[in-house]
């Protein structure tokens, strides 16, 4: 049974282990972490994961991961839903505005989990603790590749900072954001080629509990907006658990203040869609988190001349990561465990083909949702810094023609929710039937009350919060 050694036991590593044993392989995870496994989700919830500080941070679980887990995981959807998750069934959260409100085949795809990220991982990880196939060593810190001294671009192990190595038939690097991959091939005297644009946001997010005695507020109306100098965000979670997301330009640092907690707390009062989830009586349970330096960024292992190293891959954040506003990065990161599992699969025994199929599926199926959240972001930069172009016109026509007409139009409401649980490509919101409905809605915009707005505009925040505007 080929052996395979995959660096990094965050959602993407243990998605790869758990399809990679479902298929015959032996697999060992090494995780840096030195924590332990916590007894619950509860006590996974004040995890030691400085390795992925992310998981403080609110997460949105898509359709895509909730499909995959039905699908080829129940147990993990089983479990998740035994310690408190909820599935949210989208159809049941159909704006009453809409023109047809009878319900579709395709709405059983239609389904979001709301967890915890730390509670999605702390299952994922029992789930693949239990698997006798794999073993999953934490503490132990991966800091480069053994490469045969025949050929260096084949990769033939791994070394660790304690000073040990190990050989593995096939190494697969699942190690985050902050991968030390490129720096591991570079070496041994390969390069590895990326793509980076910032995202230029600073995140802050902050989790809370509502009392025993009371229902969260589910509802038909977006919970996320734009305020033009902030972005909102309320996050379902698991056991009663919410959280919300606040997210401003890292250059404004006028509100680099919303990090203080009865800052935070008092922008989320001042915002009406936000505010009515705290004042339901709900008590908050962290402090405020933050998070910058974030990026929209691609790696590549191959260049025009081929594939550069062999018997090793890169995937999930390690490879692609996109702004985490778009809450894309765990879905995607699954789904790229299964697109790896199939093309091993597939090409068990020749890495260069099983480089190339997982390749092809990548740039098939991730990569418009790369270039989807890149494109996005530059639409915003444009549309915020006030230059009309082809990027503000089509923030315009987002938010002036495809977001009211999901309120009105089924046909648009169903092309929405699937393309925002990656169901559907970015580019099926062009579908000529789609973009009927919404240029009609864009065009009727100025004949249409003025919706009222999100929340107060910047400078009245800036004097609802007493804070001084910084330079
Ligand atoms: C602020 C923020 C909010 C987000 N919100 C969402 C959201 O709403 N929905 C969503 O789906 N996604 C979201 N994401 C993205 C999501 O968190 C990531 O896409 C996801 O965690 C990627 O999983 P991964 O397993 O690839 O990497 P990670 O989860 O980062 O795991 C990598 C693991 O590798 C370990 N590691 C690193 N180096 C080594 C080494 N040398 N040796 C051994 N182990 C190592 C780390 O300790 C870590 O555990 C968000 C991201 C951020 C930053």
Redesign the pocket.
Known sequence: MAHVGI???????LATALSLSKIGFQVTV????ATPMPVSPEEAFSWN????P?VR??????GRLHNLLRDFHPEVLKMLLDVGATEIDLAQHMPDTLDDLNPHPNDKDLFMIAAR?TTFEWVLRQIVMENPDVVIRTG????GLITSDDDISEVQGLVFDHGGSEFFDLVIA???????APEWCKAIGIDIAEEVEDTGIV?YSRFFRVNEDQELPFSDRLIAGDLGYLKYGV?WGDNRTFSITLATSDKDKTFWGVRDPEIFDQVVREIPAAAEWVTLGADPITQVHS?AG?LNRRRFLSDENGLKIKRFHM????LI?TN?LY???????FWQAHLLTKAIEQSPDDFVVQAEIFAQDIDEHIIPWYQASVDSDRNNREFESGVTGEGSTRKSILQNGLLPATQTSAKVWRAFMRMMNLLAPPKSLNEPEIMADVLEMWEKRDERPIPPPLGPGRDEMIDLLGLKETA
Do not use: K
């Not at 941070?57 to 898509?62: M, Q, T, Y």
């Not at 132990?140 to 800091?143: C, L």
């Open positions: 660096v990094g036991g965050g959602v993407t590593g090494f995780e840096s972490d994961r400085r390795g992925a992310q941070h609110s997460h949105a679980l898509l990220r132990e810190r991966v800091t699942a190690n985050g954001r902050r991968s030390q995140y996050f998070m974030l995937i999930g954040d390690a990561c985490p809450g894309r990065g765990c879905s995607t990161g």
